[in-house]
């Protein structure tokens, strides 16, 4: 396991005040957690909830950080795609994948973005007027 060791850009994940909500919900009910955002399988690239220790996590998944004091891992090959994003975990309503824990409650976790401007500057354009 790799971890996201550039503490000083932007690139990581948080979560929206409604994720963390139910992360805690989810840890009274069943103890401590951890996710892993995959790129592809089961439900899309939703971010997958499980007990923790109950995914294994291989030697190229990257740490990015936590979220609601739990882990939050992203496969490496997803990472190397995303490394210029920083992850925002929401959570919605409707059912995702039955692997997440989050499933039978009828809400499950999304993951928003936004590019870490840091590593990847978006360019300032004035626009004129054409009179």
């Not at 009910?29 to 439900?43: E, K, R, T, V, W």
């Not at 939703?46 to 923790?52: D, N, V």
């Not at 994003?85 to 973005?113: C, N, Q, W």
């Not at 936004?114 to 009179?131: D, H, S, Y």
Request: glycine share 12%; charged share 20%; aromatic share 6%.
């Amino acid at each position: 396991m790799q971890t996201n060791s550039d503490s000083s850009s932007q690139v990581g994940v948080e979560a929206t005040e409604a994720a963390l909500a139910l992360i805690e919900q989810l840890v009274e009910a069943h103890g401590p957690l951890m996710f892993h955002q995959s790129g592809g399988c089961c439900d899309g690239s939703a971010p997958m909830c499980y007990l923790r220790g109950e995914f294994k996590v291989g030697q190229h998944d990257v740490l990015l950080g936590d979220i609601g004091g739990q882990p939050f891992y992203i496969g490496g090959a997803q990472y190397e795609r995303w490394k210029h994003t920083h992850l925002i975990i929401d959570v919605v309503s409707g059912r995702g994948s039955g692997f997440s824990l989050e499933a039978p409650l009828g809400k499950r976790f999304l993951t928003r973005s936004r590019i870490a401007e840091e590593l990847c500057p978006i360019p300032q354009v004035e626009i004129g007027t054409n009179e």
